[in-house]
């Protein structure tokens, strides 16, 4: 679940598995300048909380050049997953993903007392994104969820604000 080309609307919108999406690259500095770093402020503890297997931590990175968004992703069963969340941070501001004109829809909402963007890449179902105002850039919560008896896959929304508002004391 990588970030790429931002595109959605509500809880759908276009990728795979529910495939984050990074804003436009139009920013200046690295994404490790932000002192937010859900890889290292996002503990064990945490992970296991949310529902999460810690032994799935995966490091990632996305952009051209110097990276516009890392973070960590995890899942909630190494075996056989139902639930991934990746956790990032990005430099593009909440008005460059508000502002995208490839979505046909964002909802405006508050996670932990900061501006947030809801939006959807993946028109299958079961993906869900949220982006979270923080100082110098923004907080990245992306879920993923699978079905393993039925189709649609289930809506993951609830799971991204849950995940968001739990580590919302974390945001600067």
């Given at each position: ?9 509500g ?8 495939t ?7 920013v ?14 996002v503990?064990?503890a ?5 529902g999460f297997?810690?032994s799935?931590k995966?490091p990632?990175?996305a ?5 516009t968004e890392?973070?960590?992703?995890w899942?909630?069963s ?6 991934g969340?990746d956790?990032?941070?990005s430099?593009?501001?909440?008005d460059q993903?508000r502002?995208?004109?490839t979505f046909?829809?964002v909802?405006?909402l508050?996670?932990g007392?900061?501006?947030?963007i ?6 299958a ?10 100082t ?5 919560v992306a879920?993923?969820?699978?079905s ?8 993951s929304c ?6 968001a508002t739990?580590?919302?004391p974390?945001?600067?």
């Open positions: 679940m990588v970030l790429v080309p931002l595109v959605s609307s809880c759908s919108a276009t990728s795979t598995e529910g984050a999406q990074s804003a436009p690259t139009s200046t500095g690295s994404v490790a300048d932000l002192s937010y770093d859900p890889c290292t402020q503990t064990e945490m992970v296991t909380s949310l297997d810690p799935t995966k990632y990175k952009g051209v050049g110097t990276a890392s973070g960590c992703a899942k909630d190494a075996t056989l997953t139902r639930l969340a956790l990032g941070k430099l593009s501001t909440l993903y502002n995208n004109p046909n829809g909802t405006e508050t996670v007392g900061h501006a947030a809801n939006f959807v890449t993946d028109r179902g079961g993906g869900c994104n949220l982006a979270v105002e923080i110098g850039g923004t907080a990245i879920t993923s969820a699978i393993r008896t039925s189709a649609p896959n289930p809506d609830p799971d991204a604000v849950r995940i739990a580590i919302a974390l945001f600067p």
